[in-house]
């Protein structure tokens, strides 16, 4: 609507028109100060030019009334714009917000080392990430998810170090000497027994075979990680090994020229020249190149592939490391405009009000897939996509079990049931509830409606600003709005039955349809433990 609105005004004046939401919904759905702006251009004060403004859309088909209030245009759309395109939502529902957006985007996000199961933190940027290609690809983006497996350097090696340790701990039963940095967790049992079950007995003593080990091992782990994602509705389009990459080092080296250079037997990019504290080494005094070389490579091979976007989502601890991967974009011939990089902050994990309590399976860390099997996956995906994704997120796992009106996913599932609910103790037919018109309703209908059909300019906005939690937010205020006029509004046995339950349609459709979009099914009925 906001579009169809923008595109209207800005024929007619000529320019770019700024849009607001009036407070008070008896002055309309849309207003615009732009009589302001012509002030000065014209000489004239806002109150007159809002008046002269105003009687030229007499004749509107898109204006059922247009106000000037103290130098601002008030619009109130027609009700049969809003009853034809409600119609239109409701006989096309699979369309509904959906756009033609033409640019090629990648994103990349998640990219945990494959050295044992995500983790709550992971999960943040996990559900960020996914809810954003969900809003992509509805606004008709080209855009693809990408995981970039970091499959090289020392946290690989530890890997198979880890594994050999707990094998020789607890298979061959030897008093073990732990080192301070190691991997924990009930995730190295398996592994251990199907190594033992591939290689031999003899690969959890033969510390030459512990390279060997952690390469075969990580593809294990990438399973274990991919069967948490998919267990909350979250799947890659491709995956990029780290590993496969170093073969093109010499000659992505080469394509950066000036922007590298050798010092002390060390290679560092000039990464200073381009924004950041200090230049950076890439390879080391023996040659072995850093994590910083797989990213430029990764990177180089990015816009090789020719995208119009690039969206990486990282950890807050991240923050530092934009500028030097900028910085070799640049040496590398490419706009590093194109790369944008969102941060993901960190998650504070109660229960009962007192810090979540991590388990001994899950080593030193609180795993994303204890979560899921407390709360279940449309809880977690709910609270991690509810707040900006680089504020600090403290949750209470409790609140996220209660059968009521305090837990948002459920008072949000609970009003799409109310919908059908309503709909099957209905005797009237789909048809004839489709056919009913959804004109002269009173005013608490016609602001539901409104805010029904509101959806389209919440997926646009979520994604342009990055800020996925705008989907959440207008879901739990359509719920509100649905409930109380549940209880306000008589409906089954009223004349007006059938345009009511045609306008609980468009709500349950925008329900379902922003529902989907953060990947959690609308559900059509509540179970007796959660009505």
């Known amino acids: 609507m906001k579009q169809r609105v923008s595109a209207l005004l800005r024929e007619k004046f000529g320019r770019e028109v700024v849009l607001e939401k009036p407070r008070d919904r008896s002055f309309g759905h849309f207003a615009t100060p732009i009589a302001f702006s012509l002030a000065k251009e014209l000489k004239q004060s806002p109150i007159k030019i809002a008046d002269e403004l105003a009687s030229s859309f007499e004749d509107s088909d898109v204006f059922g009334k247009v106000d000037s209030v103290k130098g601002y245009l008030n619009f109130r759309l027609s009700e049969d714009f809003l009853s034809e395109y409600g119609a239109w939502a409701l006989q096309n529902p699979g369309e509904f917000a959906k756009g033609e957006k033409k640019e090629k985007i990648l994103l990349e996000f998640v990219s945990a080392n494959p050295t044992g199961p995500l983790h709550i933190g ?7 990430g996914d809810t954003l290609y969900r809003l992509a690809k509805h606004l008709g983006y080209d855009i693809t998810a990408e995981y970039y497996v970091n499959d090289a350097g020392n946290q690989i090696d530890l890997l198979g170090l880890s594994i050999q340790l707990y094998g020789r701990e607890n298979i061959l039963k030897e008093s073990v000497e732990y080192p301070q940095s190691y991997y924990r967790g009930e995730y190295l049992s398996p592994l251990a027994q199907e190594a033992v079950e591939k290689f031999g007995i003899e690969i959890l003593s033969d510390a030459s075979r512990q390279k060997e080990l952690a390469i075969w091992a990580k593809d294990g782990v990438m399973e274990i990680i991919k ?20 073969d093109d080092w010499e000659r992505v080296m080469a394509k950066m020229g ?4 050798k010092k002390d037997d060390k290679i560092f990019i ?6 950041d504290d200090a230049d950076r080494v890439v390879v080391r005094e023996d040659g072995r190149p850093t994590y910083l070389a797989g990213d430029i490579v990764y ?10 976007h690039y969206i990486n989502i990282w950890g807050a601890d991240h923050h530092g490391y934009i500028p030097r991967v900028k910085a070799a974009v640049e040496f590398l011939g ?4 194109k790369l944008e990089v969102q941060l993901s902050q960190m998650v504070s994990l109660l229960k009962n009000g007192e810090p979540y309590k991590m388990s001994k399976r899950a080593g030193n860390v609180i795993l994303m897939s204890d979560i899921v099997e407390e709360i279940g996956s449309d809880a977690l995906r709910f ?7 680089d504020t600090a997120l403290e949750f209470d796992l409790a609140e996220f079990k209660k059968q009521d009106s305090s837990n948002p996913i459920f008072y949000i599932q609970y009003a799409h049931a109310r919908i059908k609910t309503l709909l099957s103790k209905s005797d009237l037919s789909e048809e004839e509830i489709m056919a009913a018109t959804l004109k002269n309703l009173d005013e608490a209908a016609d602001i539901l409606m409104f805010d029904a059909l509101l959806l389209p300019e919440i997926v646009e906005d979520a994604f342009a600003s990055r800020q996925v939690q705008k989907l959440p937010e207008y879901l ?3 719920a509100a709005s649905l409930h109380k006029f549940y209880y306000d509004c008589r409906i089954i046995g009223t004349e007006d039955e059938a345009k009511l339950l045609k306008l609980l349609m468009l709500v349950g459709l925008s329900l379902k349809t922003g529902l989907s979009l953060m990947g959690i099914a609308a559900k059509d009925y509540m179970s007796k433990e959660e009505e």
């Open 270 to 275: 000039a990464s200073s020249q381009k924004g």
């Open 122 to 128: 992971h999960a943040r940027g996990a559900v960020y």
């Open 383 to 389: 609270i991690f996509a509810s707040k900006k994704s």
């Open 299 to 308: 990177h180089n091979q990015k816009f090789e592939r020719g995208y119009d």
């Open 476 to 478: 739990k205020s359509l």
């Open 334 to 337: 490419y706009d590093s405009s």
């Open 258 to 261: 000036e922007g590298i250079y």
């Open 227 to 246: 069967r948490d994602l998919g267990a909350t509705n979250i799947f890659f389009d491709t995956f990029v090994y780290e590993s496969s990459l170093y």
